[in-house]
């Protein structure tokens, strides 16, 4: 079967076999190979724009914010004081666009394999790759392992905002990634990474997989997850890790106020919400625990 085929697109991936969603197409914006993947841009007439890599979906202009922000915040919001984060991958802009919203945030390192993809984003997802254009960041292109392997104890925060573990992002899930990680953080340093979900496919064994490196790795671990309606399941996870036995990432440490919500236009990332991304389906709760 076709990505593309009368008009939809579907996603086909071997990691989610026998399922995938469409979406009807309208026009084409890009298509491209560039050094690492396959790169398309849709415009499709339920999602507004819509970037996919080797044939999978990075973001919809519909329900991106759900992603972006819970990555961003999980991990900020349990942190006493995050002023330098390190965001491997994300090329679109969107985690960029949120980190630099948090206000203890002084300084953000962002690691992006494909330049191609940073720069057609910002041609045509401008409304993520605004996070590119903030002062407080410094854009490198490399592969995000190697660079972790190159810094030791510098960041407060490391969110790791990658593609799924076929292709360039394969390493991103490897056991060695997250001894790189926490030798990169600074005491008390966090890290948050994306996890694939709890359902059908490989979801829940990646998911438990890398729950278990942090588990082992780091003094106080969570597993938690938020809906994004154009991802496999219609969810994706997160695993998250603390260098301080003391965190307990099920209470955010940092709440912001309404205020500071509406100030930071947030439409999905509330205390609440953050409570209640670790409360897990008693099924997932079994395998995860
Ligand atoms: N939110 C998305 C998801 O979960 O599907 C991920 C979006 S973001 C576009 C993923 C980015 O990770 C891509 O731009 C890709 O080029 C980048 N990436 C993949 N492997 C990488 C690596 N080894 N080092 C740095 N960036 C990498």
């Known amino acids: 079967m076709d990505a593309l085929k009368k008009g939809w697109f579907s996603e086909i991936c071997t990691l ?3 399922m995938c969603l469409s979406l009807e197409v309208e026009e084409i914006l890009h298509s491209e190979k560039s050094k690492y993947q396959d790169i398309m841009v849709l415009k499709t007439k339920s999602h507004g724009r819509v970037l996919t890599l080797d044939g999978i979906i990075q973001c919809t202009e519909a329900d991106e914010f ?7 915040y999980l991990p900020l919001c349990s942190h006493p004081c995050p002023k330098k984060v390190l965001i491997i991958g994300g090329g679109d802009g969107g985690v960029a666009r949120e980190v630099a919203k948090h206000p203890d945030v002084e300084t953000i390192i962002q690691c992006e394999i494909d330049q191609r993809v940073v ?33 030791q104890r510098e960041f407060d925060v490391i969110i790791t905002d990658s593609s799924d573990p076929v ?14 990680m926490k030798n990169a953080l600074r005491d008390g340093g966090i890290i ?19 729950y278990k490196y942090c588990q082992t790795l780091f003094s106080s671990a969570a597993y938690g997850y938020c809906l994004v309606p154009t991802y496999p399941t219609g969810l994706i996870g997160f695993v998250l890790g603390s260098l301080d036995s003391k965190t307990n990432f099920k209470e955010p440490l940092r709440i912001l106020s309404n205020e500071e919500q509406e100030q930071m236009k947030l439409r999905y990332y509330s205390p609440d919400i953050h409570r209640s991304a670790f409360v897990l389906p008693r099924f997932a709760r079994k395998v995860m625990e």
Not at 66 to 72: C, G, L, V
Not at 167 to 180: D, M, N, S
Not at 196 to 209: K, V, Y
Request: charged share 20%; with cysteine; glycine share 12%.
């Open 119 to 151: 720069e057609l984003s910002k041609e045509f997802l401008p409304f993520m790759a605004t996070g590119f254009e903030n002062p407080k960041l410094s854009l490198h292109i490399g592969d995000g392992f190697k660079f972790m392997g190159e810094h």
């Open 167 to 180: 292709g360039p992002a394969e390493a991103l899930f490897e056991e060695r990634y997250f001894h790189l």
């Open 192 to 210: 948050c990474s994306q996890a694939e979900n709890i359902w059908g496919g490989s979801g829940l064994d990646i998911a438990n997989r890398v």
């Open 66 to 72: 759900s992603y972006q922000e819970m990555i961003s």
């Open 16 to 18: 989610w076999p026998g």
